[in-house]
């Protein structure tokens, strides 16, 4: 008898045969116990890439001929030895359908809500309306900043930052010197600043009006003049700029239809879940679960699974010392 090539493939077989066994049609190829008809050999030309159905023959009769012999044959042949060799009858195997049957019931709970709360165009406009401040992102300036209380302090940064060596000099003057604390040791950086003062970091805030001054510069120019702020003095460096963006329904459609469906589809399977959990749930006792012992979870190839400890014995003299290679070591 030809030996399968490992259990877990055999549990995967035996998975999907309660779906071979609830079709009623005629069997197209049947092993045993085990039968395929015509909707299973559809669905195994299914899973076959476009690429390799022309690699199988040259018109459709020879394709499903090969597709059932190289594919639905050997699964059958599998689960039937599998059913013989009483492995459907093992725990494993029944923790491993429990899992496929939930996930086979999430995947048609999610087409039905598909079906029966689709996604129109409308409900797409209205999550962009509702949610356009995602699409669209104004005009953003790199502003590096030190903050004194001084200012001849101040002009005497702008200068120190001129000419070659001048962002050296600034980061210097940052940590040095800058009241802000948030920002001295990055050299002064702000990041990308909006208009309304706001930054990519969220705890990271400045007037507009030090937007509306770097502004008026040139990216990578450093501002001429200090810049009197709350009751000091600012020196600023425009050190880049990104444009506005501002992206359309039509342009966000697709992603904005995708995030709809999986949420409908989760709020879904929440209602079932809680309907579910209400009226089948017989027994859950966490109290018993936490005296389980935690060896009980342990994986029994755990301990075969880690690799031996090295020999604390000395090794003789005259015995060869290990070398590393390009192979490991030798």
Not at 217 to 242: F, I, K, N, T
Not at 265 to 287: N, V
Request: aromatic content about 4%.
């Amino acid at each position: 008898m030809k030996r399968l090539p490992n259990r877990t493939g055999m549990l995967l077989l035996l998975a999907s045969v309660p779906a071979w066994a609830a079709d009623a049609a005629p069997p197209v190829v049947k092993v045993g116990r085990e039968a395929a008809d015509a909707a299973a050999v559809a669905r195994a030309l299914g899973r076959v890439p476009a690429f390799q159905l022309s690699a199988l023959g040259t018109d459709d009769a020879s394709r499903r001929r090969a597709v059932v012999e190289r594919l639905l044959v050997p699964e059958l042949q599998g689960a039937a030895e599998a059913r013989a060799r009483g492995l459907d009858q093992r725990l494993r195997f029944a923790d491993r359908e429990r899992e496929l049957l939930a996930r086979a019931m999430e995947a048609e709970l999610a087409r039905e809500t598909a079906r029966a709360a689709a996604v129109t165009d409308a409900d797409v406009q209205s999550y962009f309306e509702q949610h356009r401040d995602r699409f669209e992102t104004p005009r953003r300036i790199r502003i590096w900043r030190i903050q004194v209380a001084d200012e001849a302090l101040a002009s005497k940064i702008i200068e120190a930052a001129k000419g070659p060596g001048g962002p050296k000099r600034w980061g210097d003057f940052a940590r040095e010197n800058s009241l802000d604390t948030a920002t001295k040791l990055r050299d002064g950086d702000l990041g990308f600043v909006r208009p309304d003062g706001s930054t990519e970091t969220p705890r990271v805030r400045v007037d507009p009006a030090l937007f509306a001054a770097v502004d008026k510069l040139r990216d990578g120019e450093l501002a001429p003049a200090p810049l009197p702020l709350h009751g000091g003095y600012a020196v600023v460096w425009r050190r880049g700029s990104l444009p506005a963006i501002s992206r359309t329904a039509q342009q966000e459609g697709p992603a904005i239809r995708t995030l709809l469906t999986r949420e409908r589809a989760e709020a879904g399977r929440a209602t079932l879940l809680e309907s579910l959990r209400k009226g089948s749930l017989s027994a859950l006792d966490t109290q018993l679960l936490e005296t389980l012992p935690d060896a009980l979870f342990a994986s029994p190839d755990a301990a075969r699974a880690l690799p031996a400890l090295p020999d604390p014995t000395p090794a003789a003299a005259g015995a060869e010392t290990p070398k590393p290679g390009d192979r490991g070591t030798r």
